[in-house]
């Protein structure tokens, strides 16, 4: 059982280019979430999911894509990098209906020069 | 919205003492959910506690208890025999209960905990 996996753990992209960090749960849980954890200001919601073709905008949205074609998998999209998002990215799912905490992945850190 | 705020941003302990975390939190909701997480310096996000928000009983995880005051909107993490693994950022998260809408977690800004031989 892998739990959550992110891809890749390390990237360093250039301002303008696009890319996309992988994730996926194999524990079928319905609700999954991407965060980016900035020094001094904890981990901050950009993107959520409460399950397959459903999405919704967390606190700090701009500047990401997401979507959600399958129950495992929620890739997070960087449509033009900037160097504000510089950060550590977090995917984390959980399951419905039990109020359970949320697992997370590894973490992908990436740096946008 | 919903806020959570950690006031201490770094503390220490000795080895084998207690140490007590805290948090507050704001909110409108009466049924929700709160938790701390661990991340060590690997990164890796490990949850230690949870604690329902109708239930008046202090959840507590071997070493780890919770002191859960409704009213007053705390929620502070109590680490007794503190161990060198317990060296750490600490997060404090509140989530809405599954019906009262969005699910995701909201998280304090962290406390960096270190354990001292």
């Known amino acids: 059982n892998a739990g959550v996996t992110q891809t890749p753990k390390f990237q360093v992209l250039k301002t303008g280019q696009s890319m996309t960090l992988q994730c996926a749960q194999d524990?079928?849980?319905?609700?999954m979430s991407w965060y980016r954890q900035d020094p001094g200001m904890g981990l901050r919601l950009i993107h959520y999911?409460?399950?397959?073709?459903?999405?919704d905008q967390g606190e700090v949205p701009n500047g990401y894509n997401v979507s959600r074609s399958t129950t495992e998998d929620f890739p997070l999209r960087l449509l033009s990098a900037a160097p504000s998002q510089t950060s550590v990215y977090f995917c984390?799912?959980?399951?419905?209906?039990?109020?359970?905490?949320?697992?997370f992945g590894s973490g992908t850190r990436l740096t946008v020069v | 919205a919903q806020t959570v705020t950690q006031s201490q941003p770094e503390m220490s302990v000795q080895e084998a003492e207690t140490v007590t975390l805290s948090c507050t939190y704001d909110t409108s909701e009466n049924n929700y959910y709160l938790f701390w997480y661990k991340q060590p310096p690997s990164r890796q996000m490990i949850l230690v506690i949870r604690q329902e928000a109708y239930k008046q009983q202090n959840a507590t995880e071997n070493r780890f208890s919770v002191n859960f005051q409704k009213a007053a909107k705390s929620f502070s993490l109590k680490i007794s025999d503190s161990q060198l693994g317990d060296t750490a950022m600490y997060f404090c998260?509140?989530?809405?209960?599954?019906?009262?809408?969005?699910?995701?977690?909201?998280f304090g800004s962290g406390t960096r905990l270190q354990v001292q031989p």
């Open positions: 999911s409460v399950g397959a073709g459903i999405t």
């Open positions: 984390a799912s959980r399951p419905t209906g039990t109020g359970t905490g949320y697992t």
């Open positions: 524990m079928n849980h319905e609700y």
């Open positions: 998260a509140f989530m809405k209960h599954e019906s009262e809408g969005r699910r995701a977690l909201t």
